[in-house]
């Protein structure tokens, strides 16, 4: 998804069409919607993750390790 998204923002900086990218980026939004759908109807009851918790997570894993602070994924 965040290709797609990349692409989409590429598109727009360069002032041309993105509206196949965003039709694919909204397709893959609706998917997720719906799985996330599914999960709750099959008793999913926790909370998903967000970027804030993910983020928060992340730095929390970098503070015992500084070797893991300058890398990047």
Do not use: F, H, Y
Request: proline share 3%.
């Amino acid at each position: 998804m965040a290709d797609v998204e990349a692409a989409v923002r590429d598109r727009i900086n360069g002032d041309r069409d993105c509206s196949q990218q965003a039709l694919a980026q909204m397709d893959l939004r609706r998917r997720i919607n719906l799985l996330v759908g599914e999960w709750k109807a099959a008793g999913g009851s926790d909370v998903l993750p967000d970027v804030r918790d993910r983020m928060r997570r992340r730095s929390l894993k970098t503070v015992g390790n500084p070797a893991r602070t300058n890398t990047r994924r």
